[in-house]
Nanobody, 127 residues
Framework: QVQLVESGGGSVQAGGSLRLSCEAS????????MAWFRQAPGKEREGVAA????????YYADSVKDRFTISRDNAKNMVYLQMNSLKPEDTAMYYC????????????????????WGEGTLVTVAS
């Protein structure tokens, strides 16, 4: 059974930092795409960042470029999202997701294309 478990969410002041983690179990792939999505109250789920199994150039939403960094440790089945210079508009539930297919430029725009999802971790940024 595939499980994605997020952790690291919390409350922070604007300008602060958080590091989200996602642990995958029951799931192995050498060609997949791991991603972070977020959903704020009353808004649609949006892609934040994605990274391929072999690394390479990650994909980022324009709203988080130069502030967020996605990384993964395949040996530990972990994916991370380092979030710096947080803004109140970053407040959302953050979800880890996995696609058994490779990342592509449209990965962040198609949440329905993801095969597996975690339950989410809440990030709140106060102004």
């Amino acid at each position: 059974q595939v499980q994605l478990v997020e952790s690291g969410g919390g409350s922070v002041q604007a300008g602060g930092s958080l590091r989200l983690s996602c642990e995958a179990s029951g799931y192995t792939s050498s060609s997949d795409c791991m991603a972070w999505f977020r959903q704020a109250p009353g808004k649609e789920r949006e892609g934040v960042a994605a990274v391929a199994y072999g690394g390479g150039v990650p994909y980022y939403a324009d709203s988080v470029k130069d502030r967020f960094t996605i990384s993964r440790d395949n040996a530990k089945n972990m994916v991370y999202l380092q979030m710096n210079s947080l803004k109140p508009e970053d407040t959302a539930m953050y979800y880890c997701a996995a696609d058994r297919r490779p990342c592509w430029s449209g990965s962040l725009g198609l949440p329905d294309g993801m095969d597996f999802w975690g339950e989410g971790t809440l990030v709140t940024v106060a102004s």
